[in-house]
């Protein structure tokens, strides 16, 4: 019983010795914080630059995050990056074995001087967060800001949309600092020099940042004196658009709907579709000018797209076609007014090279000998006419009587003959002309529409043939243009 009683009374001893060593350990790590915070203090200006800090110079850092959005028609840039900056006191610097073993010390935002770094450029500040300083054992005293989202305006070029590339060059400068107070240079110990960081990059979809991002950095000297005025860091953010959403949606639709306002010349003049299939072609061309086009690139004719003027000669091309159509509707139905083919034409249509055209020649038919034959019945039916006609005034002359009164009726019933004669030989006339012109009618018209197929075949021919050299035409152009 007393043995164990002396245990416990020396495990108490123990654990007492501990609390207080532990106790005893953090008042001394507490104190060591407090003086490593009041000689951080007493040393580190707050207002002014530092009187022994490294070569007067200021290293920035940013590391790109996202591209957050491209407005076109504002030719405005979104992006989130982290941005900050640091600077080197020699005096600053302690060994963090004299301070239990601690190597950076945090403070709020402001607590030392922080030179003014100005972001040049910038329309909106839609984020940013407050900022920290971080002094390290080294003297290098870090001023961060944890994130930071800015909208800048960008001047964009859509030649070759949309395989278009942008240069957006974003811009930091000292400007707000007063006079050569500090110079921005690049630290020579960046394992890449002039490059941002991309390692936390999260690509865009419809945008991909082309790499290597790199900044540069250019000194103005004030014009009086010579002296270094402030200094300025250009960095040139390329960002290339990928051109699979508007190539599946645009373009391919587009040029797919031009070569099909071709087959217009295919279509047949008797099913009465064919003003209303190109009509209904040239107006979609508009509309995706109008709507696409425009609601996706900005409204400056300085930076009007490649695709856009060829939409213009598409449409212009489109609407040609119609007005061929309408002309080859004319030479369809020009049959049924009579009008006669000339002799050049008659010898083009009996051409044998219209296979080449899968149109059969034209060759003598029956519909051409029945017109002669009509023709000839109609005027051996005026003779017959005539003949009876004079064999019945021979037949009234020889019964005439004798005495004067029968003389004077017969007279009157003479000219009374005679004129009934007169008007029925205009009718006669007139009924042996009607089935001529039927019949010549019936043989032209089908001349008229085979003049109207050939001049579908050739339209047809000469617009692909335009059609396909203007597509790939843009292509070309496009691919020999777009900078590698």
């Not at 009683?5 to 060591?32: G, H, P, Y």
């Not at 407005?71 to 840039?77: A, T």
């Not at 190109?278 to 086009?293: D, F, H, I, K, P």
């Amino acid at each position: 019983m007393l043995l164990s009683e002396t245990a416990l009374f020396f495990c108490f001893i123990f654990l007492l010795i501990i609390d207080l060593e532990l106790v005893r350990s953090k008042f001394a790590s507490q104190n060591q914080e407090e003086k490593l915070v009041n000689f951080l203090k007493s040393t580190l200006t707050v207002h002014s630059p530092h009187q022994d800090m490294l070569n007067n110079s200021v290293f920035p850092e940013l590391d790109l995050y996202q591209v957050v959005n491209v407005n076109e028609n504002l030719e405005q840039l979104t992006v989130k990056y982290f941005f900050s900056y640091y600077y080197y006191v020699t005096s600053a610097a302690w060994n963090p074995n004299d301070f239990n073993g601690v190597n950076k010390m945090t403070f709020e935002a402001n607590t030392f001087w922080s030179p003014e770094l100005v972001n040049e450029g910038v329309i909106e500040d839609v984020y940013s967060t407050n900022g920290n300083q971080i002094v390290f054992s080294d003297g290098r005293i870090v001023t961060t800001h944890t994130l930071t989202i800015f909208t800048y305006s960008c001047k964009m070029e859509y030649a070759l949309f949309p395989f278009d590339e942008q240069n957006c060059p974003m811009y930091i400068s000292s400007w707000g600092s007063n006079g050569n107070q500090f110079t921005v240079a690049i630290d020579s110990s960046d394992p890449v020099l002039g490059e941002l960081s991309l390692s936390h990059l999260n690509e865009n979809p419809q945008w991909q940042v082309r790499r290597p991002v790199e900044y540069h950095i250019k000194t103005y000297r004030d014009p009086r004196t010579d002296e270094p005025y402030y200094d300025l860091i250009r960095v040139d953010l390329k960002l290339k658009r990928d051109p699979a959403f508007f190539l599946s949606i645009l373009v391919f639709p587009s040029f797919g709907v031009y070569i099909l306002s071709t087959f217009v010349f295919i279509l047949p003049v008797q099913s009465g579709e064919k003003i209303t299939f190109a009509s209904a072609n040239l107006l979609a061309q508009v509309l995706t000018l109008g709507t696409e086009v425009a609601n996706n690139l900005p409204r400056s004719s300085e930076h009007f797209p490649v695709f856009g003027n060829y939409m213009a000669v598409m449409i212009i091309h489109m609407a040609s076609s119609l007005i061929a159509t309408i002309f080859i509707y004319n030479i369809y139905f020009i049959g049924n007014n009579g009008r006669k083919v000339p002799e050049w034409l008659y010898k083009v249509l009996q051409d044998e090279h219209l296979s080449f055209f899968f149109i059969v020649p034209l060759h003598p038919s029956e519909a051409t000998i029945r017109t002669k034959a009509v023709k000839a019945s109609a005027n051996y039916s005026i003779m017959a006419n005539e003949n009876e006609n004079t064999e019945a005034e021979t037949t009234s002359r020889s019964r005439e009587p004798d005495s004067s009164s029968t003389q004077v009726v017969s007279l009157d019933s003479e000219i009374e003959d005679s004129c009934e004669t007169l008007q029925e030989r205009r009718i006669r006339n007139l009924m042996g002309e009607v089935p001529v012109k039927i019949a010549e009618k019936d043989n032209l018209a089908p001349v008229w529409m085979k003049c109207s197929v050939l001049a579908d075949r050739i339209c047809f021919c000469l617009y692909l043939i335009v059609a396909t050299c203007v597509v790939a035409s843009y292509f070309v152009t496009v691919l020999v243009v777009r900078s590698p």
